[in-house]
């Protein structure tokens, strides 16, 4: 029972891995077209969402170096809880980066071009993140995995951040309510925060109790 065990759960780590490489890849091309869309338009909100994007690649390769040594329990105990913490920082720096240029937008006032590049990258993030993220809940229910389970809630803010990018191109293209997507952005700031301070404190999760063995 205990080998079928560890084969179990190194199967669960392989595909922990891949969802890592597949978030890195994705994120890194998803930033890219951001922040180039985001320059070209001069919209904020498209230059944040890649610069999200772009802490995605930080979270997905802080996990892939947790779970190299997912074999040795004392290590990876020790790297689960240096993962949740860099996950952590990575929560605040995107808060705080949200709630400045939020406000900045709301002071100048400044409405950015049509993107239609800027939407069709939100839309198809909105179908991408749910289901990634979903994927990696799975992961870190299986792993108890407390650092697994903040990235997948970090991919989880993407498809929020992903509805409020195209409501916000949206709403200011056909309305013109150029304060529609900044208000909505300070919205999520705090909630991003709290998770970002949990994970900084070393907090492991209710949802990643159980699965095929405790971290």
């Known amino acids: 029972m205990a080998d079928i065990a560890v084969l179990e759960r190194m199967a669960v780590v392989r595909r922990g891995r891949r969802l890592e490489y597949f978030t890195i890849a994705w994120n890194s091309l998803e930033g890219l077209v951001a922040l180039v869309a985001g320059a070209i338009a001069g919209?904020?909100?498209?230059?944040?969402?890649g610069i999200d994007s772009l802490?995605?690649?930080?979270?997905?390769?802080?996990?892939?170096?947790?779970?190299?040594?997912?074999?040795?329990?004392l290590r990876r105990e020790r790297n689960e809880r240096r993962a949740l913490r860099v996950v952590g920082i990575c929560f605040l720096f995107l808060a705080a980066?949200?709630?400045y240029e939020s406000a900045v937008?709301?002071?100048?006032?400044?409405a950015p071009e049509h993107s239609i590049a800027g939407i069709v990258l939100a839309c198809v993030s909105l179908v991408v993140m749910p289901l990634l993220s979903r994927a990696k809940r799975k992961v870190g229910r299986a792993l108890g995995s407390a650092a697994m389970h903040a990235d997948a809630?970090?991919?989880?803010?993407?498809?929020?951040?992903?509805?409020?990018?195209?409501?916000?191109?949206?709403?200011?293209?056909?309305?013109g309510l150029w304060w529609a997507d900044p208000v909505a952005a300070l919205i999520m700031v705090p909630i991003i925060a709290k998770e970002g301070i949990e994970g900084v404190q070393g907090k492991a999760c209710d949802d990643c109790c159980g699965g095929i063995a405790e971290g």
């Open 43 to 49: 919209s904020i909100s498209l230059v944040g969402f």
């Open 153 to 175: 809630k970090q991919t989880e803010f993407c498809t929020y951040l992903s509805a409020i990018l195209l409501a916000g191109l949206l709403l200011n293209a056909v309305f």
């Open 55 to 73: 802490m995605e690649v930080t979270s997905g390769s802080v996990l892939l170096w947790r779970m190299s040594v997912d074999a040795d329990v």
């Open 97 to 99: 980066y949200i709630a």
């Open 105 to 110: 937008d709301l002071w100048s006032k400044r």
